[in-house]
C-alpha cells in the first residue's frame, strides 16, 4: 500500500518560514512526478508546486512563486517544501501528492496517491 506521510506543518508567524516534507512509501519514487496542494476552509484544494520524476524540472502556482521551493530527494523518498516570506493567505492544510503523469502536474485530478495532510497557520 502506497503512503505519503507530510510532516513540518504548524504556527507560524507573518514573514516567517517552515519546511514541509512528505516520506513516501514508493519503492519507485524516482519514477514519480510530485506535488504539493493545499486547501483552505471553505475552498478547493488548489496547486502549489510540482517537481518532475528527476527533479529537472519545477512549476509553481503565481502566488507562492520566487517564495516557496520545492525539491526531491529520491534517496530518501522524501519531497520537500521549503516555505518562506509567509503570509495569513498561506494559511492551509497541505498535502502532498504522486503521479505518474510528467506533465500538466498543476492538475489535481491526475494525481494517483495523496498523503493526508500537514497543517500550516500564519498568524499576524
Known amino acids: 500500500q502506497v503512503q505519503l506521510v507530510e510532516s513540518g506543518g504548524g504556527l507560524v508567524q507573518a514573514g516567517g518560514s517552515l519546511r514541509l516534507s512528505c516520506a513516501a512509501s514508493?519503492?519507485?519514487?524516482?519514477?514519480?512526478?510530485m506535488g504539493w496542494f493545499r486547501q483552505a476552509p471553505g475552498k478547493e484544494r488548489q496547486f502549489v508546486a510540482a517537481?518532475?520524476?528527476?527533479?529537472?524540472?519545477?512549476d509553481y502556482a503565481h502566488s507562492v512563486q520566487g517564495r516557496f521551493t520545492i525539491s526531491r530527494d529520491n534517496a530518501k523518498r522524501t519531497l520537500y517544501l521549503q516555505m518562506n516570506s509567509l503570509t495569513l493567505e498561506d494559511t492551509a492544510v497541505y498535502y502532498c501528492?504522486?503521479?505518474?503523469?510528467?506533465?500538466?502536474?498543476?492538475?489535481?485530478?491526475?494525481?494517483?496517491?495523496w498523503g493526508q495532510g500537514t497543517q500550516v497557520t500564519v498568524s499576524s
Open positions: 501528492a504522486a503521479t505518474a503523469s510528467s506533465s500538466r502536474l498543476q492538475l489535481r485530478s491526475g494525481y494517483n496517491f
Open positions: 514508493l519503492r519507485t519514487f524516482g519514477s514519480w512526478s
Open positions: 517537481i518532475s520524476y528527476i527533479g529537472v524540472a519545477t
